[in-house]
């Protein structure tokens, strides 16, 4: 009943709640149906307050979920910097892969997450990490990106940070024929700039 209180309360924002559950002994690390801890559903939420009295309470950035997604991996999918920051002092583990082989850095680009990007390449994250279907962070910008200005600027903060940006996929294309087939042409051309062939 403890557990799920506090599972219920991490999933509300409930910071008050989440912290009488764990005073009473509820179990910091307890699973609901999906196999969710109540870190996983506070970072799921960006309920920031109740991940910062997790983290502190002693709670793993790293524990899988049923799809295999951890308090961590959720971040990159959100584009939350403030849980991003929030659960840092608990250690994520960098190189943890989403069920489909990539680090968070991966989804943030798809989805256009700058900030977020911007900040998760400060933590030392593998801005060259290839995900099962052979792309990088560079790539799924170009590719599932529109080449507005946030993938743009997504872009330029992967190039900054060292991005190989000859690195193909699966198929033998570079990033520059995705944009160029693509028709992103500031891409392209932030692409060339970098030295890409």
């Not at 979920?65 to 991996?73: E, I, N, V």
């Not at 911007?118 to 994250?125: A, F, M, N, P, Y």
């Not at 940070?161 to 033998?172: K, Q, R």
Request: with cysteine; glycine share 10%.
């Amino acid at each position: 009943m403890l557990d799920q209180e506090l599972l219920a309360a991490a999933a509300r924002g409930d910071v008050a709640a989440v912290r009488e559950a764990l005073a009473a002994g509820a179990d910091i690390e307890a699973r609901d149906v999906q196999r969710r801890t109540a870190l996983l559903l506070a970072a799921a939420a960006d309920h920031v307050e109740v991940a910062e009295a997790l983290v502190a309470a002693g709670a793993d950035p790293d524990a899988l979920d049923f799809r295999h997604d951890t308090p961590w991996l959720v971040t990159g999918v959100t584009g939350s910097v403030a849980m991003l920051r929030a659960l840092l002092p608990a250690g994520p583990d960098l190189t943890v892969r989403n069920r489909y082989g990539g680090v968070s850095l991966i989804p943030a680009c798809e989805r256009g997450h700058v900030d977020y990007v911007r900040e998760v390449l400060t933590t030392g994250i593998d801005v060259d990490h290839v995900n099962d279907l052979g792309w990088t962070g560079l790539l799924e910008a170009v590719i599932l990106g529109d080449g507005s200005r946030p993938y743009q600027e997504i872009v330029g903060l992967l190039i900054a940070a060292g991005a190989d940006v000859d690195l193909a996929d699966g198929d033998g294309l570079t990033p520059l024929a995705h944009a160029t087939a693509k028709g992103q042409s500031e891409v392209a051309a932030l692409l060339r700039a970098a030295g890409a062939r």
